[in-house]
């Protein structure tokens, strides 16, 4: 239908002043700032370990740090395909996986290919891989709740279910993450930390050996900061993987960090 003459047709121009822009949780020179969950900077969330709780595995575990929840689930040794190669070492599979409601975003859980791998090499460097020849061993993780610090948590859990499985390894692999905010190191940061963050390191070690599996660094480090860094990690690893092997020897475990 025409409208009047002369008449100006209606229009819409959004103003510049309404868009919406997200405040940080810290100023860029602000060291006094207060960590969302009350946490101290160097200070891990509560840990809590179960061994057992996939009763069709070999092995199994679940993880709770804080909103983080994961279980893993370990299969093997087993016989390989035949369409493999002869190989004189075992094999080991890692899938890393979402549920649909672990994160913010409903509807979006999905396998994850980067931490599948990622798994992989924390683990595969601890696991003596000679005592199962031409048999694999199949990891299987699923984060329930995406709470912060996934993999690092994911990469714990999986070693810990190892263990349950009788799988032989030279040690526990534990693994810790600190985010870089502003001049400040956060360790075990939480979901909200980590969309801010500046760049993260990611340690996974083998504590009794003083080992290093994996180091993962994203975003621009100073060679001070990535000492601080490595050093913060070591020594919540070692807390860690105190907590897990009371777990291996007795009931659910809890670790609170000082």
């Given at each position: 239908?025409?409208?009047k003459g002369g008449a100006a047709p209606s229009t819409y121009s959004p103003s510049p002043t309404t868009q919406k822009t997200k405040s940080r949780i810290f100023g860029n020179d602000d060291v006094d700032w207060v960590r969302s969950d009350g946490r101290e900077?160097?200070?891990c969330r509560p840990a809590f370990f179960k061994t057992g709780a996939v009763n069709a595995a070999a092995g199994s575990a679940y993880a709770e740090f804080g909103n983080t929840k994961v279980i893993v689930s370990v299969f093997g040794p087993r016989?390989?395909?035949k369409a493999?190669?002869?190989s004189d070492i075992g094999r080991l599979n890692c899938n890393v996986s979402y549920t649909t409601f672990a994160t913010p975003v409903r509807g979006q859980g999905s396998d994850h290919k980067e931490f599948s791998s990622m798994l992989h090499k924390a683990l595969e460097g601890a696991i003596i891989l000679e005592t199962f020849p031409k048999?694999?061993?199949d990891v299987f993780a699923l984060v329930l709740e995406s709470g912060g610090?996934?993999?690092p948590v994911v990469i714990s859990c999986a070693s810990l279910a190892l263990a349950d499985a009788g799988i032989m390894m030279y040690d526990l692999v534990t693994s810790v993450s600190v985010?870089?905010?502003g001049k400040n190191l956060v360790i075990d940061p939480i979901l909200e930390e980590e969309s801010y963050q500046d760049g993260s390191l990611?340690?996974?070690c083998m504590p009794s050996r003083y080992e290093v599996t994996q180091l993962t660094i994203t975003g621009e480090w100073s060679t001070p900061k990535i000492n601080e860094g490595m050093q913060i990690c070591l020594d919540a690893c070692s807390k860690l993987a105190v907590v897990m092997r009371a777990c291996l020897k007795g009931p659910d475990s809890t670790l609170e960090e000082e």
């Open positions: 239908m025409a409208g900077f160097h200070q016989e390989s395909k493999m190669m002869y048999t694999t061993v610090s996934d993999l985010s870089g905010l990611m340690l996974t």
